[in-house]
């Protein structure tokens, strides 16, 4: 069978690649110390657990409307009012398939072929994916290591010089671990409004930030909320990533746009999973700040041990459960790639395929998030293996340096 241009323009996820060898190398018998995967390593709070049996035995397993139960849209508008300061209705929400389904949504209700979308850079390797599946054209904007990868809105503007259509925000950022300011959101929003840009704002990570940092939707800003589509879930926040549920909240036409396209593919998420996350959302943040406090301490550990590495340079991040680390000083070495035995042409892939292969330590590389000269650490493990990493990490960037000489 012949196989769609569409389909084979998908380039395969570089995350997902790295962890499905890890976890190749682990079932072999290998030792494999990973923190490539971006899911926290807490289990799912007993009670949603509870929810999510209770829903099973009391048969709450049949179809449902497409975007999702009524229960869990109500929680979420209660949600965002409460915690985001935004206003929307139940048929505003859409329940998705986790956050990715929903990112996946918006842009292919919003997306035309040709219709340019700015994606900053870093970027989760997802956003330019989509965008060119539906036949858009990604205009990548970088963000500065100088400024901790902040959004410049006059950077924004030039893009939108090339007529594009889409802005797709992240914050607390996957994999910079950056938390937008107010001041930068704000100058960011005026700009949509005078150009007419639409927004996907993927919030995932909100509740994930660290020294008095503060999560603001940039759809609570003036003319924003009618030009906005809000993306969260439970995955990140209440350590759910398995159970895949996401949600959208946007205009009502948009709103109803997605729902129909659900309806035709993927239909709704699990009924018993939309009860467990409902028992999350109307459970309170106790279980969410005693993770976070973890990922704090985490962080701390994790930052001082990799800055301790000759040759590293290492920012601390403002959210998220991500470091992420600039190796210039090896992967802008001559023909890095071949000398490390590599079939690729960055630096970066090169590196994490070594340091997979040789020294049993999976993480990320920075191609995969729009940006050479830097690798993506997850710090959602134990202190002990976060420590073995770092271990493992400097005695492979060792052994780079013995054969870059």
């Known amino acids: 069978m012949k196989l769609s241009r569409r389909v084979q323009q998908i380039e395969p996820s570089l995350t997902v690649a790295i962890d499905t060898r890890a976890k190749a190398l682990k079932a072999e018998g290998a030792d494999i110390v990973s923190l490539g995967a971006g899911e926290p390593d807490f289990d799912t709070p007993g009670p949603i657990e509870d929810a999510a049996v209770e829903a099973i035995r009391a048969h709450k397993t049949r179809y449902v409307a497409p975007d999702g139960i009524l229960p869990l849209k109500k929680a979420i508008c209660a949600k965002l009012g409460r915690e985001n300061g935004l206003r929307y209705e139940p048929d505003q929400i859409v329940v998705t398939s986790g956050a990715k389904h929903a990112v996946n949504n918006a842009v292919a209700a919003l997306v035309d072929p ?9 970027h989760w390797v997802t956003y330019p994916a989509l965008v060119k599946l539906y ?4 205009v990548v904007v970088r963000t500065s290591p100088g400024n901790g990868f902040h959004p410049v809105a006059a950077d924004i503007e030039r893009a939108c010089g090339e007529g594009a259509k889409l802005l797709v925000l992240n914050s607390p950022c996957n994999p910079s671990g950056a938390v937008y300011t107010r001041d930068e959101l704000r100058a960011v929003a005026e700009l949509c409004v005078r150009r007419d840009l639409a927004v996907i704002s993927d919030e995932i990570y909100e509740h994930l930030v660290y020294d008095g940092a503060e999560h603001v939707s940039i759809a609570s800003f003036p003319g924003m909320a009618e030009r906005t589509v809000v993306v969260n879930g439970v995955s990140k ?3 759910m990533t398995g159970w895949r549920i996401g949600y959208t909240a946007s205009p009502r036409e948009l709103a109803r ?5 659900q309806g035709q593919t993927t239909h709704h ?32 550990l994790f930052v001082s041990e990799l800055r301790a590495i000759p040759g590293l340079a290492v920012p601390e991040p403002e ?10 000083k090896w992967t802008s070495a ?3 790639p071949r000398r490390l035995g590599s079939s690729s042409d960055s630096g970066s892939v090169a590196l994490c395929e070594w340091l997979l292969e040789h020294e049993r330590l999976a993480v990320v590389p920075g191609a995969a998030f729009g940006v050479e000269h830097r690798i993506r ?5 134990s202190e002990e293996t976060l420590l073995e990493a770092a271990q493992r990490l400097r005695r492979g960037l060792a052994a780079v340096d013995g054969i870059l000489r």
């Open 269 to 300: 998420p699990a009924t018993p999973c939309q009860h467990a996350a409902l028992a999350a959302l109307e459970g309170g943040l106790e279980p969410v700040e005693r993770m976070r406090r973890a990922f704090e301490r985490r962080r701390g």
């Open 257 to 261: 746009a997605m729902a129909r396209l």
């Open 319 to 328: 959210g998220a459960f991500y470091v992420f680390a600039d190796v210039s």
């Open 135 to 138: 036949g858009g054209e990604p």
């Open 377 to 381: 650490f997850s710090y959602a493990a």
């Open 334 to 336: 001559p023909d890095l």
């Open 237 to 239: 926040a209440y350590a």
């Open 114 to 122: 040709g219709d340019r979308a700015i994606v900053l850079a870093p």
